[in-house]
């Protein structure tokens, strides 16, 4: 997979300074804006209050998420709970805008490869990230989240080998085949199995149970999986 294709794309996603940053504008910077990719705020707002729920959120948590964007899904969450928040994205301007956002959350621009793991929160989370990732660059970034949390790991909106065909077909669909092969040359998908992420929590002495695809009104979401990774 050619990763620094993807990176250039998401270095491209910037906004304008005076634009205001709601939580609609921040879904849309962060990809959720066309086609099968499409997420309304609404149907956004209804998908972090589940996955707040699953990690029983409650005032005064801290919560960091790996590969955060401009923090849509932190912002969402915080319009549900006082949280202390944190996030880290290889996007420059998508940090930059995730500060403009959250002015009093701690951002940083660099690869998830790279997060430090001495300063710990109770959640540490990454959504819609890791079909990015090699497998090997998958396992050093989970072993990070682990070391990072307190309490648990979510990693959510990863795609399910199980379903890779209909997911590319419904991509494919969308365009000519050659306007498809001309978008997403050298812009592929990792797909995972399950039982890889239980495979690699339990390397750190962790459970981990899936659950499906959360997202309502969002073409994807039947191709999508989570896990909630604890620590013991
Ligand atoms: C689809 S967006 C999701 C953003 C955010 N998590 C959300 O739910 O709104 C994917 C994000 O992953 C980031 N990303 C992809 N690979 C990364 C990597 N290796 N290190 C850091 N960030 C990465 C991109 O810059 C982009 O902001």
Not at 68 to 84: D, E, I, N, S, V
Request: with cysteine; proline share 1%.
């Amino acid at each position: 997979m050619n990763t620094q294709n993807w990176k250039e794309i998401w270095g491209r996603r910037t906004h304008a300074t005076e634009e205001s940053l709601d939580l609609a504008t921040l879904i849309k910077l962060d990809g959720f804006d066309t086609g099968a990719g499409r997420i309304e705020a609404a149907d956004w707002q209804n998908y972090a209050g589940v996955i707040a729920q699953k990690l029983a959120l409650k005032d005064g948590d801290s919560i960091y998420e790996l590969g955060c964007g401009a923090g849509a899904f932190l912002f969402a969450l915080r319009q549900l709970h006082t949280l202390k928040v944190g996030g880290l994205d290889y996007s420059t301007a998508l940090i930059e805008a995730a500060s403009r956002a959250m002015p009093d959350g701690y951002f940083i621009a660099d690869e998830a490869k790279n997060v430090e793991t001495d300063s710990q929160y109770d959640y540490v989370i990454s959504n819609s990230v890791f079909h990015y990732f090699s497998y090997e660059y998958a396992a050093t970034v989970i072993a990070s989240m682990i070391k990072k949390s307190k309490v648990a790991v979510a990693i959510m909106e990863i795609p399910d080998l199980k379903t890779k065909f209909e997911s590319e077909t419904l991509r494919r669909d969308a365009l000519s085949v050659e306007a498809y092969e001309k978008k997403y040359a050298g812009l592929e998908h990792t797909y995972y199995e399950r039982d890889w992420f239980k495979q690699q929590a339990a390397l750190h002495g962790c459970t981990c149970e899936d659950f499906d695809g959360c997202v309502p009104n969002y073409a994807q979401n039947k191709f999508r999986f989570g896990v909630l990774i604890k620590k013991t």
